[in-house]
Structures are given as C-alpha cells and as structure tokens.
C-alpha cells in the first residue's frame, strides 16, 4: 500500500494472527516440545516470546510516533492509563489466585517459599531481575516476559517524547546491540520492533522497504525462512529476531499478502485477541490438564498432542471468558484516554 495508506490505517489485522502464532509456540514449548528431544526446531517454543516482543515494540512505537506527529507531544499521562487498563487488572488478579494457591497447598514446599519469597518481585514487574530462571520449576516465572514489556512501556515513550527520529534511532541500535552482547535477547527483540516502526514511519524508510515486502509472496518466504533459521543450529540468536522483524514489516505493508487466509481465519484472530490472558493462564491450564488426566488412569498424560490440544482448549476457553466479562470492563474505559 502507498505510505500515505499505510499511515491511515489504524488496525494491523495481521498481528492478531502472528500474536496466535506466538501463544501456540509458548504452549507448545511447555506441553509437547520434550516429546522431540532430538528435534532442534521443536525445541525453539520460547521464540514465540521473542516475537510477542517483536509485534510489542513495533505497535507501541507506531502508535506514539503517530500520535506525536498528529500533536506534536505524546500524552504520558494517557499512554500510562490507557497501558495500566490493558495490562494491571488481569495480571494482578492472575497474580492473586497463584498466591492463593500456593498458600492452599504448597506453602511448606521449597517451590511454594520461593514463590512467596519472590512475590515482591513479580508484584513489581522486576522479576526479569531478580528471579533467576535455574533449572527445576520456579511457580510463575513466565512473569519475566511480562516484566520486561511493562518496563519498555515504563521507559521507551520518554524517549520517543522528547528526542527526534534522528536521536532515538541510534539510541536503540545501541540498546539491541548492547542487549545481544550481554545476551538479554529480550529487549534486543523489542528494539527491533522499534526499529522497524521508525522505518515504515517515514517516507524514506518505507520506500526503502517496500521494494522488498511489497510482494504478497514476501510473508510466507520470510515464515520459511524464519522456520529455516530456527532449525539451522548455526544461526544463532539474532537472525531470528531480524527475520521476525520483517515478517511483522511485509504482514503490516501489505494486507492482502499469502498469509493473509490463515492469519485471518476468524479462530485464529480470537486466539490472537486474548492471547494475553492465555498466556498469563496457560501454566494453570496445562495443570488443569494433567491433573485431569491423572484422575482419569494417566494414560493420556504422556500423548503430547492430546495434552497439547487440552492446554489450548482450556487457557482459550479462560482467556475468552476473562476477555469478554472481567478485561473489556477495564478496556472500555480505555476510550477515555485516547488522543
């Protein structure tokens, strides 16, 4: 689409579909990835995370790069509300039922300690911090994710408010290089997402990318490459973050692209809408799960698509209920607040 579209248009109904691409991924890696121990591309659920930081970045960035063309300032004070509404109500109650649970019935246990020990942590979102993620099980330590995107929110816009393109560009290309020095391939993720969004904010950088993603072809060419690069052990880390990052640029580009069928099936999109309620809930599903199958005999428990299947059936069905009856009376009043 011409750059003059593209900057009217105010939903990228693709993302919703890779945001479901992405919660499957997470599932996946928690329900089924161990069944494939010699499988390197089945082991690689966790890049679902990377590409939620990807799209995170990209959407935030966009939005207040628009919002600080059409009024030369970005609104703080709105775009803290308007993030609070969306991401505090959910989390905090999710935070409150682990915390319940846990004094019900693992409070005596080393894991159930280190869960309470570390809630401090996850109440402030700095868990990405100070909770090491050793191995053996830590209760909802998936909340380092959650933490580093409510610290991009916390940080970012200041600097997209008071420094120009020309400032806040090279800024992030240090942050994402400093960030893969040190192996902090979270916020090296989200940069890219930055980074893309200040290239297709401009004229310049739109033309420059649209010669690549404009084709329809682009988007499926680049989920294959980005499956090649996940399988290809000597690819490293960073390739995959950059391929991501122009599957989300030739999704956005352009609507109508070969993707588009599957992106855009209605089940997918639902998933994708609420794919941040499953994944706040999708451990208590996968336990749900087991725990269902084990009072059932157990012979369930070791078919990894059966397990799979449920853990997605159930952290939807939850997600979709929190969506529709407990989140969308905090969105709602989202509306309030836009600029």
Request: charged letters at 15%; one cysteine or more; hydrophobic letters at 55%.
């Amino acid at each position: 689409m011409p750059f003059r579209e593209f900057q009217a248009r105010r939903h990228f109904g693709s993302l919703d579909g890779l945001r479901c691409l992405s919660i499957l991924a997470v599932i996946w890696h928690h329900t089924g990835g161990r069944a494939f121990p010699d499988s390197v591309l089945l082991q690689h659920g966790p890049y679902g995370v990377s590409l939620f930081f990807v799209i995170s970045g990209f959407l935030i960035t966009t939005l207040l790069l628009r919002e600080k063309r059409r009024t030369a300032d970005i609104g703080m004070k709105n775009f803290i509300i308007r993030r609070t509404l969306r991401i505090f109500p959910l989390y905090y109650t999710v935070l409150l039922v682990y915390t319940l649970l846990v004094l019900a019935l693992e409070h005596a246990s080393p894991e159930g300690q280190g869960f309470l020990s570390n809630l401090k942590y996850y109440a402030t979102y700095t868990s990405n911090w100070f909770v090491p993620l050793a191995d053996g099980r830590v209760i909802f330590y998936f909340a380092w994710s959650l933490a580093t995107e409510e610290q991009f929110y916390l940080i970012w816009p200041w600097v997209e408010k008071f420094l120009s393109p020309a400032l806040a560009v090279p800024l992030m290309v240090v942050v994402a290089g400093a960030s893969i020095y040190w192996d902090v391939l979270a916020f090296a993720a989200v940069g890219m997402g930055v980074l893309l969004a200040h290239l297709l904010d401009s004229p310049r950088g739109y033309a420059l990318a649209w010669p690549f993603l404009r084709w329809r072809w682009a988007a499926p060419v680049l989920m294959v490459a980005l499956v090649g690069v996940m399988a290809w052990p000597s690819a490293g880390d960073v390739a995959p973050l950059v391929v991501m990052a122009l599957l989300v640029g030739a999704a956005v580009i352009r609507e109508d692209h070969w993707l588009r069928p599957l992106l855009a099936r209605p089940v997918v999109m639902k998933i994708g809408q609420v794919s941040y309620g499953m994944y706040l809930m999708h451990m208590l599903a996968y336990n749900v799960v087991r725990k269902a199958l084990l009072a059932l005999g157990g012979e369930g428990i070791e078919h990894w698509a059966l397990v799979f299947g449920l853990t997605v059936a159930v952290a939807f069905g939850a997600a979709f209920l929190s969506y529709r009856y407990y989140e969308s009376i905090f969105l709602r009043m989202k509306h309030r607040y836009a600029t």
